[in-house]
């Protein structure tokens, strides 16, 4: 493992605010001599900006976990459940059942006028 | 004592209904038979038709389409100023296909039974009654009647059909009273001059004689009868059987028979192996028109 790729997980680490204040210390001083680190940091926070930005959050202070909403999952359940009548229905007119309705309203009737 | 003079009015009583049951005018019986259909546009006959024929007589409507089918047999049993109209019906109705393709049928039996003056006119809705509001239905007028039969009794059909999207049949259902048999012998390269008989459905055996010309002639006994009931629901349910009979042939007091023979009173010749190389020839047919 070469020497950046170290300081790439410490990059990684600081931007989530892993980092003490002494590793942070030694980052800086590292990063204020490389400037293949400096310009990879950069990149990195433009990504997590991009990432705040699609979230909807683009003042956050760290990037935003994805997260799961309630509304999200009920629209999803709406939609499979309407996918499965339509496909139930496909499937029932296509490949018949023990049919619908009352058997009396199939069946003759006889009136005397 | 008390039921020994009960006994001695009965038998003349007995006698008496008899002799007046036999003395009774004989009726015809006749079903007027309608098929319409109403839709948005109008009302359409489909077909019109008439069956008519001794007071025993039934009426088996079919009415036939791409995805259903009913069949009905209808009879009559005679009150004095009513009848009672009972229907046996039997329907297929095509619900879907199957995972193969074919299509998927679902079937149904179930009578109805009624109660009609004579002359008056029973509206039939073969496919359900009609939905309110439904502007698309299909019915069958049926008018039962009864007239003197002036000696008339034989069984008649019409039907007249129109256009559109069923099939429509009507028939005519007797049970025979009596069966003609119309009896011929093959022995090698002989046949035997054809023998007529008149025989009645479950009676007695009748000893027949078959000459053959140059030959000793082949005595047997035969009796006619009743089919089986048979097996199918739809055959049961619209007796199709009903004019059918069976032969049975048994040699000459035996008590199993030789052979039995069965088929519809429709003048074709059915054959019956016997014992010595013999074959019976059997065509069963109507008796004559009275």
Not at chain 2, 49 to 65: A, D, F, I, K, N
Not at chain 2, 67 to 72: D, K, L, M, P, R
Not at chain 2, 131 to 148: E, M, N, Y
Request: glycine letters at 10%; charged letters at 20%; hydrophobic letters at 45%.
């Amino acid at each position: 493992m070469d020497e950046h790729t170290e300081w790439l997980r410490q990059i990684d680490a600081e931007s989530d605010g892993e980092l003490t204040l002494v590793e942070q210390a030694a980052l800086a001083r590292h990063l204020a001599g490389c400037t293949h680190c400096s310009g990879a940091r950069a990149s990195h926070l433009e990504l997590r900006v991009a990432l705040a930005q699609s979230a909807g959050a683009p003042q956050a202070r760290l990037a935003p976990r994805p997260v799961i909403r309630a509304r999200t999952v009920a629209r999803w359940a709406v939609f499979a459940l309407l996918a499965g009548v339509v496909a139930g229905w496909g499937l029932h007119a296509g490949w018949g059942g023990p049919g619908g309705g009352a058997l009396e309203d199939v069946r003759a009737v006889i009136v005397v006028r | 004592m008390r039921s020994s003079s009960f006994a001695s009015l009965a038998v003349p009583a007995t006698l008496l209904l008899g002799v007046a049951a036999i003395q009774a005018p004989q009726h015809r019986l006749t079903y007027r038979v309608e098929v319409l259909r109403a839709t948005g546009a109008g009302r359409q006959s489909l077909a019109a038709g008439e069956v008519s024929g001794s007071v025993e007589t039934g009426l088996r409507l079919s009415l036939r389409s791409d995805s259903t089918e009913v069949e009905a047999l209808f009879a009559v049993f005679s009150e004095t100023d009513t009848a009672t109209l009972t229907a046996e019906f039997f329907s297929r109705r095509r619900v879907g296909r199957s995972r193969r393709g074919l299509p998927l049928w679902e079937q149904d039996g179930y009578t109805r039974i009624v109660q009609v003056a004579w002359g008056d006119t029973a509206r039939v809705y073969p496919l359900g009654p009609p939905r309110r509001g439904a502007q698309d239905s299909i019915w069958v007028d049926l008018t039962v009647l009864r007239r003197p039969a002036g000696g008339e009794v034989r069984p008649a059909e019409t039907l007249s059909l129109g256009t559109g999207p069923f099939e429509v049949a009507l028939e005519a259902v007797v049970r025979p009273r009596r069966g003609v048999v119309v009896l011929t012998l093959v022995r090698g390269g002989a046949v035997s001059a054809p023998r007529r008989y008149d025989l009645i459905p479950d009676g007695a055996a009748k000893r027949v004689q078959l000459p053959v010309p140059g030959r000793l002639p082949r005595v047997l006994d035969v009796a006619l009868s009743r089919p089986e009931t048979p097996r199918s629901a739809r055959d049961r349910t619209l007796a199709l059987e009903a004019d059918a009979v069976c032969l049975r042939v048994a040699e000459p007091d035996s008590l199993a028979p030789t052979g039995t023979v069965c088929g519809r009173l429709n003048n074709v010749a059915r054959r019956l192996p016997l014992s010595g190389g013999d074959t019976l020839i059997a065509t069963f047919a109507w008796p004559g028109a009275r």
